[in-house]
Structure formats: structure tokens, C-alpha cells
């Protein structure tokens, strides 16, 4: 039976309910094979009554004709035909997405294909003994289609259209699964399920292996600005970013004294060379949990902190979600149900030795902020890695973890975003405005708590520069503005490489022109521990400021920061960009040049905001590139030279230069 409620129409077929409503300027779908949908939200979308009301229900319309329907809300529609399959239109009423259903169906009349092999467009798979379904989605796939987003992947893809895609967090793998199509739409699956998504030439499949409701979010739009921008209103944008986030963030794995940070800090400032942010890294506690510096080797942290305001640099501390049964809030959080469970075994045998904080869990995240609150914020650190974020379980066995929202495997993609709320909210209540804290994994609506997103434990190499130039792309048209690299890579580099001081100069000049620009990383050779216990007991990688690397690459260093130094007035408008409408602040040509065939090729350049197009250098040994210009007229921001658009030119590039080229 379809009948309309509300502005929404319903569907209710055997098993099958099935819920069609607008929702912003796009339609929420939802299906279930349960009595009802679910009344807690576990989903990326903002309350209906946050979404802003001008954009809720403009335009809507519904038809409905016996057992089909149709219903429009501004430039999307869509048709439900007598066998519940689904299609969805633009303004033009041009298919855009249509469902994959190959069936035939004594019940109805005119279903869209009379097949045998009986494929419906939605299974429900029953789990045994259980509430939950293995749930697949079906569409149609489109020769020619274009698919970018998604969020972060190690792949050198910018199109996903051929790929297979996990929906799950990894170490450097955020899934963010929202997609935007060359065909003129944006679907958000707003599913924290652990599956996949395959998005082959004959298919597009989408898969939770264990959900309760097919849930996703559609919208049409003329250009990708406007089916982002659409995207933003209904799961949030980015706060305005603060004045530190615009300059040079100094990092390293990892300084291991309060003296030795503050030496670091001191020699910026002699040398006059402009730092926002330097950090505190991981094993500065005297154990997991603890939430606090071990003070026989940070014994003032408030001095410390003051010492570097007065030097204009802001202070990041790491936390980390992990609890070891040492930790003086083990037993508390034990018993309180604060942890996360495992469904057979000892839970401390997760990730070295530690317990992991359930931040699904409201009371485990106003637990841990107020230590966090009496141990840091109220010495004046309001800036937070929070690191782990996915978080990184052993081996990874979605199957063998529970949370306070359900298993993991059905809820758990959503963990990044509870625990960027944890601190976010915390903050938020202490009054702090334009929030960020970095963190290495999102899911959908982690914009919105401040989520400064950093593509994890990366290798040291050319090859994964050119992942991650693709993975920060993909990332901010999935919804997540904020996103940055460990500079020269985390793992494999060694401070005395000729080899890796090249990956360095090259992806140094790359992370000025990325939303945040940070260096970090494990540098070799390694230090040893400076005690056995406590904070001390953790080894330390190799100098890693930008003086360690020799002359020639310091000169190359110092270039680049004062060019961002030059940039931040027009970083800080990007940044406005982001918040207001969810822009993102590093973007694909075809972004600002729609209309632009070449455009929507182009993988391995991008525009920093409106005005600057960035063409990196991604191999070993390169002195020039290929660069293709949009039309227009273009400024070397290198030589001054000039060029018309509409052509490819070859730009030189010696090891201190980036092609990158404003628009005039």
C-alpha cells in the first residue's frame, strides 16, 4: 500500500517498509523489514529541526496513482513504481539514479524489467538469532559516470567509479561515505554499518553486514558546489577556524621533556621564522588513561604553556582513547561500563597492553573530557590531538567488538565522530568558540565537532604523497574541510637520506597549500628511552624541525612558511568559505570549472580555493611537469610569468619551486 504522510510518502509491501521525505534540499530514503524505522538516530544527519527551515520542504509535491508515486522537492524527484523499486531525476527530469531490480512479480503490473534471475533492489538478509540484517542496496550503474568523495583511502584514485570500497575506519582510512556523481547528484549513506560499496560497470552495490534500516540521503544539483554546499546544510559544517590553524604547525614523534619542546619553540623564535602550533606527543603520561604529564620529565606544564604564549605559539597535547589497568581511572571506568567490550577474551589485550574508552557512550565522554578539563584545559591548553580515533583494534575484528550503542559492526564507523564530540562539547561547554582539535579518522558530521582530519601513520615515500594528494581531495568533497598530512610522510624516513630530503622539500611545498600545514613524523635513526618507567620509557624518533634536514632543504622550509605567512589572509577566507557553507578549502579542478571536460580528468592537480590552482611534484627526480590551465589568464606565482587558459603548458620545477599559478 503507498500512501502519503505527511509530507513523506510511505510504502508498505509484505515485509517491507519503505519511507521516501524530503529532507533539506534532498530526500531521506529509509526501508526496514522490522514494525518501524528506529527513533534513535545512530546517522550523520542533523535533527530535521536544525536543518535550516527555508530548505526543509520547499517545493515539495506529491502524486500518487494507484500503487505508483511521485514526489519532487526543488531540482530532485523521485518515482516509486508498483514494485517499490525507486528512480530519482533532476529539475530536467533526467534519471540520474535509478535502482537495480531484476524480478518478476505476480503481485504487481509494470515492474521495470521482467527478469529470471530474481534480484531485488533491496535484500534484507536475516542474521540468525538476532534483530539485524545483512543489508544490500542495488542501483544502476552509468557508462561515462564519475564518482569522487567518499573520504580517505590509500589508493591513487580520485574517480572511485571501477572500485571496490570499504565502509570501515583503518589506521589512515577514514570512511566518509558521502559521494558525488558527474551525473549531477550527491548520496550520503548514512549507514555507521561496517560493509562495502562497490561501484562497478555493471552495478553499483552498496552492503552493510549488520544494520536495521536502509537509511540514505540524495540530492540533485547543477554543479558540485551546489550538491556540497546542499550536503553541508543537513550534517553540519566546520566552526571558523582559528588564527593558529592558518600558519606552520611543528611536530615530531616525539619530544620527550618539557625542556626540550620549549628549546625546539625558542629557536623558532631566534631564528624569526613564524610558528603557530607545536605539539606534545603520545607517552607523555605516566600511563594510558591517566590523561596528565608524568612530571619527572614535564614538571611545570603550566610554565610551559605560558612561556610559549608569550612567544605566540599555541600548545597541542596528545590523548589518546586507551586505558591501561595501571591507570588510576581503570577500575572507575570499569565499572561504570565506560570501556569498550570484546565478545570473548580479556578486553586490555586491544592495543598495547590498554582497554579502549567507549566513546559512544555519553557518560564515558563527559568522563573523560573532565579529566582532561582538570589535568589540561584549565592550564590553558584548548587544542587536542586525538589520536586512535578509529579506533585501532587489534587486527582489526569488526565482529569482536560492542559498544554502548550496539556491536561494532553495526554502529562502529560512527566512533571517530563521538569521540571528536567528546572534546568538542566539552569545550563547547566551558564557553570556547572556532573549536579544532586534529584527529585521525572522521565519519560523516565530524565537520561539524571540529574535526581537523590527518591521514594516519603514512610511509615516508613519493608514492604516498600521490595517495594522499587524493585522499585530501576525496576527503573534502565527502564533507571534511579540514584535513592535513604528516609532512614527509610517518613511517621510513631517515633525517639523513638524500633520497628522503627530496620526498621532504616536495611535500613540504605540497602541505603549504593544504587546509592545515604540519609537520611530523618517526624519523630515523631512533632515540632511546630516557628512563624505564612512566613517560620516560617510550623511544623518540630523530630531530625532525625543519632545521634537521641540511641547508639547502632549511632554505626550502623557510620559502615555504613565509609564503603561507603571505597566504593567510586568503587561507582565512577559505576558512570562512568552509564554515559557512561547507567549501572545500582544497578541491578538484572540475569544482571551480564544471563546464570543463578536461577538468573532470585531471587527478593530480587541484585548486587551493577559487584563485590558486597547485600542480605538486609526485615523483623522485623531476625538474618540470605538465601543467593543464583552465581558461582563463594565469599568473606563475613562481616567476610572474603569465599564461592564457585553456591549455597545457610544461612549468618548471626545481627542487625549492611548486608549479602553482593564481588566477588574474
Known amino acids: ?16 517498509l519503505l519511507r521516501i521525505e524530503p529532507f533539506g534540499k534532498g530526500f531521506r530514503v529509509r526501508a526496514t523489514e522490522r514494525a518501524s524505522f528506529l527513533t534513535d538516530e545512530i546517522g550523520a544527519l542533523l535533527p530535521k529541526d536544525q536543518v535550516p527551515s527555508e530548505f526543509s520542504d520547499a517545493s515539495v509535491s506529491i502524486v500518487i496513482d494507484g500503487q505508483e508515486g511521485y514526489i519532487t522537492n526543488g531540482l530532485i524527484a523521485c518515482r516509486i513504481l508498483d514494485n517499490g523499486e525507486l528512480k ?19 503481485y504487481v503490473s509494470s515492474a521495470h524489467f521482467e527478469s529470471a534471475l530474481e534480484i531485488v533492489s533491496r535484500s534484507f538478509d536475516p542474521l540468525q538469532g538476532a534483530d539485524d540484517f545483512r543489508l544490500t542496496v542495488r542501483f544502476e550503474a552509468r557508462d561515462g559516470e564519475k564518482i569522487f568523495g567518499m573520504g580517505q583511502y590509500q589508493q591513487p584514485y580520485l574517480d572511485q567509479k571501477g572500485c571496490i570500497v570499504e565502509l570501515a575506519q583503518r589506521n589512515s582510512q577514514s570512511s566518509v561515505p558521502f559521494m558525488i556523481s558527474s551525473l549531477g ?9 561496517v560493509g562495502h560499496v562497490t561501484f562497478g560497470k555493471n552495478l553499483t552495490e552498496w552492503v552493510a553486514e549488520s544494520t536495521k534500516q536502509m537509511d540514505y540521503w540524495i540530492v540533485a544539483g547543477d554543479t558540485p558546489a551546489e550538491i556540497e554546499e546542499a550536503y553541508a546544510e543537513v550534517t553540519g559544517t566546520v566552526p571558523m577556524m582559528p ?7 611543528q611536530c615530531k614523534l616525539r619530544y620527550q621533556t618539557q625542556e626540550e619542546i620549549l628549546e625546539v619553540a625558542r629557536r623558532y623564535k631566534k631564528e624569526n621564522i613564524p610558528l603557530d602550533v607545536i605539539v606534545v606527543d603520545y607517552f607523555h603520561w605516566p600511563h594510558q588513561g591517566d590523561w596528565d604529564f608524568d612530571r619527572d620529565y614535564w614538571p611545570d606544564p603550566k610554565a610551559m604553556v605560558d612561556e610559549l604564549k608569550e612567544m605566540g605559539i599555541t600548545l597541542m597535547v596528545s590523548v589518546w ?25 580479556k578486553r586490555t589485550n586491544v592495543l598495547a597492553g590498554a582497554a579502549l574508552t567507549d566513546m559512544t557512550n555519553p557518560g564515558a565522554r563527559e568522563f573523560v573530557f573532565d579529566v582532561i578539563k582538570k589535568n589540561y584545559y584549565d592550564l590553558g591548553i584548548h587544542l587536542f590531538w586525538l589520536d586512535e580515533a578509529e579506533p585501532e583494534l587489534t587486527g582489526y575484528e569488526y565482529k569482536h567488538y560492542r559498544y554502548f550503542l550496539g556491536p561494532d559492526i553495526e554502529i562502529g564507523n560512527r566512533y571517530p565522530l563521538d569521540y571528536a564530540r567528546m572534546a568538542y562539547e566539552g569545550m563547547e561547554k ?22 581537523l582530519v590527518w591521514s594516519g601513520d603514512i610511509d615516508s615515500s613519493f608514492r604516498s604523497l600521490r595517495n594522499q594528494l587524493r585522499a585530501g581531495l576525496n576527503m573534502g568533497l565527502a564533507g571534511i574541510p579540514w584535513w592535513t598530512t604528516d609532512i614527509g610522510g610517518f613511517h621510513g624516513g631517515d633525517i639523513r637520506s638524500d633520497r628522503f630530503r627530496e620526498v621532504l622539500a616536495r611535500w613540504f611545498a605540497f602541505g603549504c597549500f593544504c587546509p592545515v600545514m604540519r609537520l611530523h613524523g618517526f624519523r630515523a635513526p631512533f632515540k632511546e628511552p630516557l628512563g624505564t618507567t612512566g613517560g620516560g620509557s617510550t623511544p623518540s624518533g630523530a630531530e625532525n624541525e625543519i632545521w634537521s634536514y641540511g641547508p639547502e632543504i632549511f632554505e626550502i622550509c623557510k620559502k615555504y612558511i ?29 569544482y571551480d570549472f564544471p563546464e570543463d571536460p578536461k577538468a573532470w580528468e585531471i587527478d593530480d592537480q587541484y585548486m587551493f580555493g577559487p584563485e590558486i590552482l ?26 610572474g610569468r603569465e599564461f592564457t587558459g585553456g591549455q597545457i603548458i610544461t612549468a618548471p620545477a626545481p627542487i625549492d619551486v611548486i608549479p602553482v599559478f593564481r588566477r588574474i
Not at 500500500?1 to 509484505?14: E, K, T, Y
Not at 588564527?243 to 604547525?249: A, I, N, S, T
Not at 570556547?432 to 561539524?448: D, F, H, K, M, T
Request: aromatic content about 12%; proline content about 5%.
Open 1 to 16: 500500500m503507498l500512501q502519503q504522510i505527511g509530507n513523506a510518502i510511505v510504502r508498505r509491501f509484505d515485509k517491507e
Open 430 to 451: 566551558e564557553g570556547q568558540e572556532n573549536i579544532v582539535n586534529l584527529i585521525r579518522c572522521a565519519w560523516a558530521g565530524s565537520q561539524r565537532c571540529g574535526a
Open 243 to 249: 588564527e593558529y590553524g592558518l600558519g606552520f604547525w
Open 321 to 345: 582513547p586507551t586505558v591501561q589497568e595501571d591507570s588510576v581511572h581503570y577500575r572507575e571506568m570499569l565499572e561504570k561500563g565506560y570501556l569498550i567490550r570484546t565478545e570473548y577474551g
Open 88 to 106: 530519482f531525476y533532476n529539475a530536467k527530469n533526467e534519471p540520474i539514479l535509478e535502482e537495480y531490480n531484476r524480478t518478476r512479480n505476480m
Open 614 to 639: 597547485v600542480a605538486p611534484i609526485l615523483y623522485e627526480g623531476i625538474t618540470e611537469r605538465q601543467v593543464y590551465l583552465p581558461e582563463g589568464t594565469w599568473m606563475n606565482m613562481d616567476d
Open 185 to 193: 547528484y550527491g548520496m550520503l549513506w548514512n549507514n555507521p554499518a
Open 562 to 590: 613565509a609564503l603561507r605567512e603571505r597566504l593567510r589572509p586568503y587561507i582565512r577566507n577559505l576558512m570562512k568559505e568552509a564554515h559557512e557553507k561547507g567549501t572545500p578549502v582544497m578541491r578538484p579542478l572540475f
